[in-house]
């Protein structure tokens, strides 16, 4: 029985990697350059460097690290790699092969990008419009669902010393400041001091999420459901380091539970392809364009019927237009360099 149950899984995940694989475009093929090539080197040598216990892997597992370590040193194009499986004691749901290499390829491209320069006295930018829907009663009883759109803009001091400012729909209301910053309310200055290892990052953000979401908690989501949440906030509503970018994605691909999707849509219409996880009976979910892979926003959608709607709704939905760094609150950085794929 269990033997058949295995089977199952692993033609589920193969399928789910063939699809993903259909999705998305091969690897771009043109001669990297030499600043490219000594990246991905050093990217590689990096990943193998870090300690991971390599013997408690299966036989699976151990011949894709294998040939991903070969084909990459063979050609220094990309890697893939193997998530630690969880413990057989542990009932959660290991992150799906088609997420962790979804995951692996973002957190590349991640930290490939630029490092935008950041000084003190100036300030991240973030545009953004959020659909949303709220449930109110209706004089017979009965429950009736409203959507809204919010256009919002967000000026945040990188170190945090002064106020920032937010624009709602045109309002205007200045933001505290928050010298010091948090998971909850990063700055720039913060997020570069994160761990680049993912799982020591990880492991900061279990720790931060436990006591609000941990046992004993009466809290419904769970450490891990948490953390997921915690790490799409902080790539959704703030201006990320290339660095820990990469080391967040990471992060991500190492949590129970995490999806692929094959089709997703923001706030702003934009298609892309997603990862996402399931939670008290909606999958939250995180939207990439299938070309660049950049970040598009995020979506939550309805797993089963209830008083907010059908299965497959969205409740809600966050598209990222711009984000950048500004010299004073009021400026505006230049809109993000993806577009809708159909």
């Known amino acids: ?51 991971r216990p390599f013997s408690a892997l299966t036989a699976r597992w151990r011949g894709l690290v294998a040939v991903t370590a070969i084909a990459t040193a063979a050609a220094i194009t990309a890697v893939t790699l193997a998530p630690e499986p969880s413990s057989s004691q542990d009932p959660r ?36 419009i959020a659909r949303t829907s709220t449930l109110t009663e209706a004089a017979d009883g009965a429950m009736a669902r409203t959507d809204a759109t919010t ?20 309002a205007d209301t200045s933001l505290p400041a928050v010298p010091r910053g948090s998971l909850d309310s990063p700055t720039y200055r913060l997020l570069t001091t994160l761990p680049a290892d993912p799982d020591a990052l990880l492991k900061l953000i279990y720790t931060d999420a436990g006591p609000n979401h941990g046992s004993g908690s009466g ?65 939250f979910e995180w939207i990439f364009d299938r070309t660049t892979l950049g970040l598009l926003g995020t979506r939550t959608v309805l797993v089963k019927d209830g008083p907010w709607g059908r299965s497959g709704d969205a409740v809600e939905s ?21 577009e809708s794929s159909h």
């Open 1 to 51: 029985m269990s033997t058949t149950r295995t089977d199952q899984s692993e033609w589920n995940e193969h399928s789910e990697r063939r699809e993903l694989a259909r999705l998305l475009p091969p690897p771009p093929h043109p001669e990297p350059s030499p600043s490219q090539l000594a990246l991905r080197r050093d990217i590689l040598l990096a990943e193998f460097a870090r300690p």
């Open 93 to 128: 749901p290991t992150a799906t092969a088609a997420s962790v290499e979804l995951l692996d390829r973002i957190a590349r491209v991640a930290y490939a990008q630029p490092q935008p320069p950041a000084r003190d006295g100036q300030f991240t930018y973030l545009r953004t």
């Open 151 to 170: 256009e919002t803009e967000r000026w945040t001091a990188v170190d945090g010393s002064t106020p920032g400012l937010v624009r709602r729909d045109g």
């Open 219 to 283: 809290s419904t989501a769970g450490a891990d459901h948490e953390a997921f949440i915690a790490i799409g906030d902080l790539l959704r509503d703030s201006v990320v380091p290339p660095q820990t970018g990469s080391a967040l994605y990471r992060a991500a691909a190492r949590i129970p539970g995490v999806v692929a999707v094959e089709d997703s849509v923001d706030a702003a219409g934009r298609h892309g392809v997603a990862v996402a996880r399931v939670n008290d009976g909606r999958r």
């Open 318 to 338: 966050t598209a990222v237009l711009a984000r950048g760094i500004v010299d004073a609150p009021g400026g505006t950085a230049p809109a993000e360099s993806v």
